[in-house]
């Protein structure tokens, strides 16, 4: 046999390999074809309704999570005041409500302007904000490393989250007989009533976010040779800092709230105090007026922190 025979024997074969491997993508193309119109075909699957598209000219107070003006902002926080106020002035007028239970805007103010004339406003709020620093400060001394050792380790979130969920359902109210025998009826009973009725959401509240810390900022600050510690101090409480600050936000009005039960206990100055007093007294006019204090002393303490966390976490959403 010539090798020119052979060479065409070979050229032979390579042709007949390709057209056979042409036939079979082919019919493999046809199969997939073929699966598709089967698809297309199931009335399941078919097309969505075509629907008109946001206008562009749709106003941003509507518009879903879209910055407003300033200008909106601020007439939007002004009318969450006077709304409230003006149908206070308007069931007043109208004779709707009897004053001993509704008392008017200016019997309120007449009521606070004597407190303050008197000096007693501040003594008792002094005493207030004390028991409410001390005790919720505590429980922000023990509820912030323990957050962080049940977000950031599964040991830790084992060991404690089971006790710490049961004892928040606990009434820190339920505790005041307790703490009266243990502590007597002096300043300790008030601010453990404080310090008992905050830690344990707090520190919940503070695990949840430093478990939303991503695991991707862990791995890279690993890959990138930090040690345990240094991604604890650097990475994991700045991410969670934020977060932080929210859940002490929050808890800081349930301290405000806790502190009228707990200077109960035969307490001798607070704005809790006063508010009992004077409603043995049917003095609703005064007790308004202690709660307007309340409410914009809490009203400070919450920008306070807002301001806190937009300068210290201005990367978080």
Same mark, same amino acid.
């Given at each position: 046999?010539?090798?020119?025979?052979?060479?065409?024997? &070979?050229?032979?074969?390579?042709?007949?390999?390709?057209?056979?491997?042409?036939?079979?993508?082919?019919?493999?193309?046809?199969?997939?074809?073929?699966?598709?119109?089967?698809?297309?075909?199931?009335?399941?699957?078919?097309?969505?309704?075509?629907?008109?598209?946001?206008?562009?000219?749709?106003?941003?107070?509507?518009?879903?999570?879209?910055?407003?003006?300033?200008?909106?902002?601020?007439?939007?926080?002004?009318?969450?005041?006077?709304?409230?106020?003006? #149908?206070?002035?308007?069931? %007043?007028?109208?004779?709707?409500?009897?004053?001993?239970?509704?008392?008017?805007?200016?019997?309120?103010?007449?009521?606070?302007?004597?407190?303050?004339?008197?000096?007693?406003?501040?003594?008792?709020?002094?005493?207030?904000?004390?028991?409410?620093?001390?005790?919720?400060?505590?429980? #922000?001394?023990?509820?912030?490393?323990?957050? #962080?050792?049940?977000?950031?380790?599964?040991?830790?979130?084992?060991?404690?989250?089971?006790?710490?969920?049961?004892?928040? !359902?606990?009434?820190?109210?339920?505790? #005041?007989?307790?703490?009266?025998?243990?502590?007597?009826?002096?300043?300790?009973?008030?601010?453990?009533?404080?310090?008992?009725?905050?830690?344990?959401? %707090?520190?919940?509240?503070?695990?949840?976010?430093?478990?939303?810390?991503?695991?991707?900022?862990?791995?890279?600050? !690993?890959?990138?040779?930090?040690?345990?510690?240094?991604?604890?101090?650097?990475?994991?409480?700045?991410?969670?800092?934020?977060?932080?600050?929210?859940?002490?936000?929050?808890?800081?009005?349930?301290?405000?709230?806790?502190?009228?039960?707990?200077?109960?206990?035969?307490?001798?100055?607070?704005?809790?105090?006063?508010?009992?007093? &004077?409603?043995?007294?049917?003095?609703?006019?005064?007790?308004? &007026?202690?709660?307007?204090?309340?409410?914009?002393?809490?009203?400070?303490?919450?920008?306070?922190?807002?301001?806190?966390?937009?300068?210290?976490?201005?990367?978080?959403?």
């Amino acid at each position: 046999m010539s090798a020119t025979d052979a060479s065409g024997r &070979a050229a032979q074969r390579t042709d007949a390999a390709d057209e056979a491997e042409a036939r079979r993508l082919e019919h493999e193309q046809r199969l997939a074809e073929a699966q598709e119109e089967r698809r297309g075909a199931r009335p399941d699957w078919s097309p969505l309704p075509r629907r008109a598209g946001l206008k562009p000219n749709a106003s941003p107070l509507f518009s879903l999570r879209t910055p407003i003006p300033a200008r909106w902002r601020w007439t939007l926080a002004v009318a969450s005041f006077v709304i409230p106020l003006l #149908i206070w002035v308007t069931l %007043n007028a109208l004779g709707t409500i009897k004053p001993m239970f509704l008392p008017t805007p200016v019997a309120v103010f007449d009521a606070l302007a004597k407190m303050i004339e008197s000096g007693e406003l501040f003594s008792d709020l002094w005493a207030t904000t004390q028991r409410v620093l001390l005790g919720f400060g505590l429980a #922000i001394l023990v509820s912030v490393p323990l957050g #962080i050792v049940m977000g950031t380790f599964d040991a830790g979130l084992a060991l404690f989250e089971p006790v710490i969920a049961m004892l928040r !359902y606990l009434p820190a109210s339920a505790f #005041i007989p307790l703490l009266m025998i243990w502590l007597g009826l002096g300043e300790p009973s008030k601010v453990a009533v404080l310090f008992l009725g905050t830690v344990f959401f %707090n520190t919940l509240m503070i695990a949840d976010a430093v478990r939303g810390v991503p695991r991707s900022l862990l791995d890279v600050s !690993y890959t990138l040779g930090a040690r345990r510690g240094e991604v604890l101090r650097k990475v994991i409480v700045p991410h969670a800092l934020p977060g932080m600050i929210d859940a002490t936000r929050v808890n800081a009005a349930a301290a405000w709230n806790f502190v009228v039960v707990a200077e109960l206990i035969n307490a001798t100055a607070g704005l809790g105090l006063r508010i009992m007093r &004077a409603q043995r007294f049917t003095q609703t006019d005064r007790i308004f &007026a202690l709660l307007i204090v309340i409410g914009l002393l809490g009203l400070v303490i919450d920008i306070a922190l807002r301001l806190l966390r937009a300068r210290v976490g201005k990367w978080a959403a």
